[in-house]
């Protein structure tokens, strides 16, 4: 089986290592990821090579939104674990072992072949990916987007929706995790000079959650705390935002 349906274990470095290429791709269970986003919070070395196959993939895939094929995400991820897995070669029984070399630099070698074995076996594979369109044009996903999708998914999430500037205006709040997300759809481009802001409903009144920045499609999504907020809102502000509401809100209540 390969690394990307494997149960979570405890690894050490090489194995986790190995992982590396599969995290960059997003195809890890959350519990292996999580593993990985540990080992790589203590490791500048892999935390390296996550960084450069993140930038290979975002740059291989520029520009593809093609939808795969079904079931061939699997068989290439199997194809990423194999390379990931490979070693440089050994010596056969016919063949005389090397002694190695009595110098300072001698016993580092490994890593760097190593390293460009995983490196090597994820290139192909995110050729494969970015050629079927697995992998598209996006950068690489922030702990907030991981945050946010988390409020989205969560039990409890409960949904708040309101129309307004011809927009959907939408605040999906999860009390169990103490965040909400304010998702945005159709929202026209803001005038020049003025930006839209995101603001927490409290009991002494609202509170900046920071600019929101739509996309082309006039959708976005922002992650609030709502550990003690009664509601959520949007309004239209001068460039930059404003320390208070200078417009009428767009507000979702809680209650």
């Keep these: 089986m390969s690394e990307t349906g494997a149960a979570p274990r405890a690894g050490g470095h090489e194995e986790l290592e190995s992982l590396v290429a599969s995290y ?11 593993e990985v986003e540990a080992h790589l919070a203590t490791c500048p070395q892999c935390r390296d090579l996550a960084d450069s196959l993140r930038e290979t993939t975002v740059g291989l895939s520029e520009g593809l939104e093609t939808p795969p094929p079904a079931a061939l995400r699997d068989r290439i991820l199997e194809a990423v674990s194999a390379e990931s897995d490979a070693a440089p070669a050994t010596p056969t029984m ?30 192909l594979a995110a050729s494969a990916l970015v050629a079927t369109g697995l992998v598209v044009a996006r950068p690489w996903r922030s702990q907030e987007e991981k945050d946010i999708d988390e409020v989205l998914a969560a039990d409890d999430a409960r949904e708040y929706t309101t129309t307004w500037r011809s927009a959907r205006i939408t605040a999906v709040r999860s009390p169990s995790l103490g965040s909400a997300v304010l998702k945005v759809e159709d929202l026209p481009a803001a005038p020049s000079g003025k930006d839209y802001q995101a603001w ?3 009991s ?18 922002t992650l609030l705390s ?21 417009t ?5 209540d809680y209650s």
């Design 24 to 34: 960059a791709l997003d195809a890890l269970d959350p519990s292996r990821s999580a």
């Design 94 to 123: 016919d063949e005389e072992p090397t002694a190695p070399e009595e110098s300072e630099d001698a016993t580092p070698r490994r890593r760097p072949r190593r390293r460009a074995v995983l490196a090597g076996g994820f290139a």
């Design 200 to 202: 927490t409903m409290e």
């Design 204 to 221: 002494e009144g609202p509170v900046s959650a920071g600019l929101v920045h739509p996309d082309d499609d006039g959708d976005s999504r």
């Design 226 to 246: 709502a550990g003690s907020a009664e509601g959520a809102a949007i309004s239209l502000e001068p460039a930059g935002g404003s320390e208070q509401p200078t």
């Design 248 to 252: 009428v809100l767009a507000a979702l």
